[in-house]
Nanobody, 120 residues
Framework: VQLQASGGGLVQPGGSLRLSCAAS????????MVWFRQPPGKQRELVAG???????TYVDSVKGRFTISRDNAKSTLYLQMNSLKPEDTAVYYC???????????????WGQGTQVTVSS
């Protein structure tokens, strides 16, 4: 499956953005999907994941602010980000696997991410 993330941009603290990840290829619905992010000078970290059944998981720092969802009919993954903070600034990446992986090392291939900058 090939993935293309989009929807990033510059937003003020407290603002919102919705990221999208369009998947091409077959069998999107059977994959667990994830959003990772890589802040400047830091390692890539898991932000949120959603299983093929729709179960979700979030890193503590985004719980209550971010919502991951998927539309299997459109083969698209989303990340709704509310109450954004400067520390959310990062390049955001989506990926797919048989399970929600907690480490970036579990994924072999990465597509282009989308830059999110939270600044006044």
């Amino acid at each position: 499956v090939q993935l293309q993330a989009s929807g990033g941009g510059l937003v003020q603290p407290g603002g919102s953005l919705r990221l999208s990840c369009a998947a091409s290829g077959d069998f999107f619905r059977v994959y667990a999907m994830v959003w990772f992010r890589q802040p400047p000078g830091k390692q890539r970290e898991l932000v949120a994941g959603i299983t093929s059944e729709g179960s979700t998981t979030y890193v503590d720092s985004v719980k209550g602010r971010f919502t991951i969802s998927r539309d299997n009919a459109k083969s698209t993954l989303y990340l709704q980000m509310n109450s954004l903070k400067p520390e959310d600034t990062a390049v955001y990446y989506c990926n797919a696997g048989l399970k929600v992986g907690s480490s970036a090392d579990e994924y072999i291939k990465w597509g282009q991410g989308t830059q999110v900058t939270v600044s006044s």
